[in-house]
């Protein structure tokens, strides 16, 4: 059984935050785990948000550590400068890099925890054996580029598959979702093994971030995987 962190992790993320006003967006969940900073290129995802003057702005401020999760092309030439800022961890996506251990082993050297991410459509067998490499494994839970869509359900096997393969070998990889959280899709993204929760829309449009976290982590740690 690999060993969790209680009670579970929730990230918001500030693609849903007001850009205006990202301070006080920010410091609105200091009583989260983490800020989820989706940094996006109009490439590999067709949106685009923040660069590395941004994230570096958003971490002078940030009462939590920041989670950077990069929906960018060449990866390899860019994922280590977010790593050089000092951030907290940093995801790249599989279907970006041809070498995806030698990039995470970059970013761990550097002092960045190291996160692969998967789309919906990606397959997520062939990386199992590479978990080793890796502290995180994102879990897409809808098509990446935009916030406020719908949790797809079926990616549910291969959160297990990923859980499965991380128990066998007795790592403590975080395994995080992101897309279509709220109170009513977290438990069953819990119960399939994911721990690390990315949710958007469901903590900056409630009336009070804080009290939303506090529900999401609630509704994840009433519907633990069997193995918790």
């Known amino acids: 059984m690999t060993a969790r962190a209680l009670p579970p992790r929730i990230q918001p993320?500030?693609?849903?935050?007001?850009?205006?006003?990202?301070?006080?967006?920010?410091?609105a969940i200091a009583s989260a785990d983490a800020v989820h900073v989706d940094v996006m290129d109009n490439h590999f995802v067709p949106n685009l948000t923040f660069g590395l003057e941004?994230?570096?702005?958003?971490q002078a401020v940030s009462p939590v550590p920041l989670d950077v999760?990069?929906?960018i092309t060449d990866v390899d030439r860019w994922a280590?400068?977010?790593?050089?800022?000092?951030?907290?961890?940093v995801t790249f996506h599989a279907e970006a890099t041809d070498k995806p251990v030698a990039l995470a082993r970059r970013l761990r050297q550097i002092g960045a925890r190291?996160?692969?991410?998967?789309?919906?459509?990606?397959?997520?067998?062939?990386?199992?054996?590479?978990?080793?490499?890796?502290?995180?494994?994102l879990v897409m839970t809808v098509e990446p580029g935009f916030g406020g869509q719908s949790f797809m359900a079926e990616m549910m096997p291969k959160v297990a598959a990923?859980?499965?393969?991380?128990?066998a070998a007795g790592l403590d990889v975080w395994?995080?979702?992101?897309?279509?959280?709220?109170?009513?899709?977290?438990?069953?993204?819990?119960?399939?093994?994911?721990?690390?929760?990315?949710?958007?829309?469901?903590?900056?449009?409630a009336p009070d971030a804080a009290d939303a976290i506090a529900a999401l982590r609630a509704a994840?740690?009433?519907h633990r995987h069997p193995s918790d």
């Open 114 to 137: 190291a996160g692969l991410a998967v789309k919906p459509d990606t397959d997520v067998t062939p990386y199992l054996e590479l978990l080793p490499e890796f502290d995180q494994l």
């Open 175 to 205: 395994l995080q979702v992101d897309g279509g959280i709220t109170v009513d899709t977290i438990g069953i993204a819990a119960e399939a093994g994911a721990d690390t929760f990315v949710a958007g829309s469901s903590v900056y449009g």
């Open 220 to 222: 994840a740690d009433g």
């Open 80 to 89: 280590p400068g977010y790593a050089e800022l000092g951030v907290f961890s």
């Open 13 to 27: 993320s500030i693609l849903s935050a007001d850009f205006v006003n990202m301070q006080r967006d920010v410091e």
């Open 69 to 71: 999760h990069l929906m």
């Open 54 to 58: 941004m994230v570096t702005r958003v």
């Open 162 to 167: 990923v859980r499965a393969a991380a128990g």
